[in-house]
């Protein structure tokens, strides 16, 4: 498949693969998203994309600021189901350490995310200081549920900090085939297609506007999403497009194609933005063959179009269907690495790429009317309306 000034599908994969590299390698938690943000920021100033930042954090990025015409606003967020150290790590008591006789500090943490409690126990961690990494393991996992805190005791083999991000010890980056294996796809591969999508209309010199919105929170209740939308920093004039990985159904295996997502397990979303990504989907796939896209509900989850659509604001969504949806193994009932198909991914950055250079199409699908029929009768009594 070829995208702008003969570039291949080949080399759209290896410009996604390369920055999903650098970008997943990154450790990341709920309201500790600082490497990520630094290094989304970082990435549209070496292309001349503005980005400003909010006191929650939320980073927006404003590729072609001056043009005119319809907005589209593409939302990631940064975050991935993750622990924050507590309080400084201590000397362990006890020398019972599971496994592990050099695990000699202990350490609570809180974790924000949905992951059962049966998925702690004994399971494998690693701690990014300012000095270097710790590993470690969970020794104790409690829930409360009605406050959603869920508190952790850590054995680890080093000292840590209050306020260090900690994540499930699992390999950052791996690509077998058309499987591309992560600690966090979720949401680090929505994060993925956007600036993706940013360099591909950077280097083909895209005459158009769009808006990047990268957000904070996510996996602890939406909270970034819902500033954003609180303080109306997003214009209201804007087509939202919710960019998530979401669980993997029968109907939308991992490998089935980009997913146009008409909803989640709350919402049904704005059915113009939806059939304006639809239009543009069926061109790609008269182009190119090898295009797949497809168009499910994915109820496995909430994602932040439900946050915005309540604020009033018009929204679509996409996404890539996603396997071990929070490192969770289902069939092992263990941590494990969550995994998404690679073409669905670039499939997904092309769709984007084809929704912002054909919006200037978009204002006929949000202004719809009401379609004029023709009656025709006939003999039999039929009425048909044409």
Not at 131 to 157: N, S, W, Y
Request: proline share 5%; with cysteine.
């Amino acid at each position: 498949m070829k995208g702008g000034r003969g570039d291949t599908w080949t080399t759209l994969r290896k410009r996604v693969l390369r920055i999903a590299r650098e970008l997943l390698s990154l450790p990341t938690a709920p309201f500790r998203e600082h490497r990520v943000r630094e290094y989304v920021k970082a990435f549209c100033a070496a292309r001349g994309i503005a980005t400003w930042e909010d006191d929650m954090g939320n980073v927006v990025a404003v590729y072609g600021a001056r043009r005119r015409g319809p907005v589209l606003a593409f939302d990631a967020h940064m975050d991935h189901p993750g622990f924050i150290i507590e309080k400084d790590s201590r000397r362990r008591r006890s020398t019972k350490v599971p496994k592990r006789k050099s695990l000699r500090f202990e350490a609570p943490a809180v974790f924000y995310g949905g992951v059962e409690k049966e998925y702690f126990r004994g399971t494998r961690v690693r701690v990014f200081t300012e000095g270097g990494e710790v590993t470690g393991r969970v020794l104790a996992a409690h829930f409360r549920p009605r406050k959603r805190i869920k508190r952790i005791l850590l054995a680890l083999d080093g000292e840590v900090k209050q306020g260090d991000v900690a994540t499930w010890d699992l390999p950052p980056f791996r690509v077998r085939g058309d499987r591309l294996h992560a600690r966090s796809c979720d949401d680090l591969v929505g994060c993925v297609s956007l600036l993706a999508l940013f360099d591909e209309l950077a280097r083909r010199r895209v005459p158009r506007k769009v808006l990047g919105v990268f957000t904070v929170a996510e996996e602890s209740g939406l909270n970034g999403a819902k500033y954003l939308a609180l303080a109306r920093r997003i214009p209201k004039t804007a087509n939202l497009v919710a960019v998530e990985t979401s669980r993997e159904l029968p109907t939308a295996p991992v490998g089935g194609g980009a997913v146009i997502r008409v909803g989640d397990r709350e919402s049904i979303f704005s059915p113009s933005i939806t059939r304006f990504m639809e239009h543009v989907a069926g061109r790609l796939r008269r182009k190119s063959p090898s295009f797949r896209c497809q168009r499910k509900l994915m109820d496995g989850g909430l994602c932040e179009a439900s946050v915005y659509q309540a604020f009033g604001y018009r929204c679509g969504a996409a996404c890539v269907a996603l396997g071990n949806y929070h490192n969770r193994d289902f069939r092992a009932r263990e941590i494990a690495p969550e995994y998404v198909s690679v073409s669905d991914l670039v499939n997904m950055v092309t769709l984007f790429v084809g929704m912002v250079e054909g919006s200037p199409e978009l204002p006929r699908f949000l202004a719809r009317r009401p379609p004029k029929y023709s009656e025709e009768r006939r003999g039999l009594g039929e009425r048909l309306f044409r």
